[in-house]
């Protein structure tokens, strides 16, 4: 067996990985081995890679990494819903456990089901619609839903407060779910939503629903290390998407004018980034 080490650069303005209802953008590897012996055969194999960008530093992008899950209100003054969480900002391919609890303020009240959903909102910004509004779609990603019911009936007396913990296993990235995003082409949101079915004392049903913002997230966002990755203002300090431990790296140097070629180390952005898919 032959190993061949290989490393190259990328330009730092490319756009990153996009997965959505009006279109992808992708990056992939592929490696053509070329050999002669009994004719000549070509063997080809093609790799995957996502390209990221830190996201732009914002108010809620700063709350969400920082912050906990917490979202309350109430109905009419009859029924109050709360959510809890550990974070308002989780990564993909991560389950997400959510406590819900529904408080009830008036009596003669009983509760059907409690759901919990992920959505997802995309605006198109580079098209137009006939209207001349620019394109949207909201898809639920993954749901998840109780039914409570007491001992000999098929809904809950809310006789006093009930919690509930809901989980849901966010998708992964490009496959099944989008990190949030707003450049000039595409907006990326994700909302979390509560409902909770109730039936009043006068056996009417209402459909109560809570929403609260919340961000997907690559891993490597909720690192310490996040802030050193280079950014769209900063896209000269690009330079790997790949590399080998055992390859060198040349680069040309700038000198006023004149361009030397000097042998440089490949550049590392610590051990956070994984060989197989390093972030940008």
């Known amino acids: 067996m032959r190993e061949l080490p290989f490393s190259f650069a990328i330009p730092g303005n490319l756009h990153e990985s996009v997965y959505t209802a009006f279109g992808n953008i992708g990056y992939e590897i592929k490696v053509t081995i070329r050999s002669c012996g009994f004719g000549i055969n070509n063997w080809v194999q093609s790799l995957?890679?996502?390209?990221?960008?830190?996201?732009?530093?914002?108010?809620l992008t700063a709350l969400a990494l920082s912050e906990a899950l917490r979202a309350q209100a109430d109905w009419l003054g009859a029924v109050e819903l709360q959510m809890?969480?550990?974070?308002?900002?989780?990564?993909?391919?991560f389950k997400l456990c959510v406590r819900s609890i529904i408080r009830p303020l008036q009596?003669?009240?009983?509760?059907?089901d409690v759901?919990?959903?992920?959505?997802?909102?995309?605006?198109?910004?580079?098209?137009?619609?006939?209207?001349?509004?620019?394109?949207?779609?909201?898809?639920?990603?993954?749901?998840?839903?109780?039914?409570?019911r007491d001992e000999f009936w098929h809904s809950l007396s809310l006789q006093h407060e009930h919690c509930f913990?809901?989980?849901?296993?966010?998708?992964?990235?490009?496959?099944?779910?989008?990190?949030?995003?707003?450049?000039?082409?595409?907006?990326?949101?994700?909302?979390?939503?509560?409902?909770?079915?109730?039936?009043?004392?006068?056996q009417v049903a209402h459909y109560l629903r809570l929403a609260v913002p919340i961000q997907i997230v690559p891993k490597?966002?909720?690192?310490?290390?996040?802030?050193?990755?280079?950014?769209?203002?900063?896209?000269f300090s690009d330079r790997l998407l790949l590399d080998s431990s055992y390859a060198d790296t040349w680069a040309e140097v700038e000198d006023e004018g004149?361009?030397?070629?000097?042998?440089?180390?490949?550049?590392?952005?610590?051990?956070?980034?994984?060989?197989?898919?390093?972030?940008?």
């Open 258 to 280: 004149t361009r030397h070629g000097a042998m440089l180390p490949p550049p590392s952005y610590q051990t956070t980034l994984d060989s197989r898919s390093s972030l940008i």
């Open 165 to 202: 913990d809901l989980e849901l296993d966010i998708p992964a990235a490009f496959r099944g779910v989008q990190y949030d995003m707003d450049t000039a082409r595409v907006h990326v949101s994700h909302e979390l939503v509560l409902t909770a079915t109730v039936v009043d004392s006068k």
């Open 48 to 59: 995957r890679i996502p390209v990221l960008r830190v996201p732009e530093e914002n108010i």
């Open 115 to 148: 759901g919990l959903r992920l959505v997802e909102n995309t605006r198109c910004k580079s098209a137009m619609s006939r209207f001349g509004d620019s394109p949207n779609s909201s898809n639920v990603l993954c749901q998840s839903q109780i039914k409570p």
């Open 84 to 93: 809890l969480g550990d974070s308002a900002a989780v990564p993909d391919e």
């Open 107 to 112: 009596k003669g009240q009983t509760l059907v």
């Open 220 to 235: 490597i966002a909720l690192e310490t290390s996040f802030a050193e990755l280079p950014t769209y203002g900063k896209s």
